[in-house]
């Protein structure tokens, strides 16, 4: 998910504005430029802007105007994020490590200096020809709320997919084998896991595959099955 909002722009300019400027310069002789209190991290990109002034010398409507800036600034965000989506591929456990026998793992906390050290090599001059502080321009955005909301719905996508994996290692395992040995303060412990998974199934049925629940459940039934008829009747309740 993209917030394609001030994560690389950090000026917007309305295309009728800056057409209305254009038209208008020798009526606004104070105005040489266009200024902001914000640090440029990027060099300007020369192409856009030709492109920008040919369309208001060949009078192209503003709405295709606003289309194109708005098409560019979604292709430079994309290649800032682009990078950071990867980094956070990088900290989610193997699949092959996450095993019913044990709690499901979390995603890795992010951090800053780590991802930093990729940029060099792997950042957003990859996908995008601009050349400028990229590196700047991330630690610029980190702090912002706008990387704080990313990162949490990351996070949080990230971890619900681990409690997926996990639920499907569960509904996997040969469960009557797995209890053989087991005392009945753990079998109980089991079972009680077991209905925690299917409470987080029923609140997340669209990321839940419905032949994992159906598992879920009749391992449930096995374990209470296989408990001393008192205990099953506590357990059924």
Known sequence: MFHSSILVIQTYLDVGMLIYLIKNKQNALFLSGVYTR??????KDKVIL???IKGVQTKRPVEVQNVMLRRYFLELTQSFMIPLERHMASLMPLQRNISPHKAPPRLRPFDPEEFLKTVEHSGP???SGIKGDWEGLYKRFFPSPNFVGWYRHREHEVNQKLQV????????VDVQDWIRDKEEVEIV???LRLRE???????????VNKDCVVKLHRHVDTIICSLPDDLQGVLKT
């Open 125 to 127: 001059q990859l996908t």
């Open 189 to 191: 412990d089991l079972i």
């Open 38 to 43: 914000y640090k440029t991290f990027l060099n």
């Open 165 to 172: 994996l996990h639920m499907e290692a569960l509904s996997n």
């Open 50 to 52: 030709k492109r920008v």
């Open 197 to 207: 998974k299917l409470t987080f199934a029923a609140n997340n049925q669209s990321a």
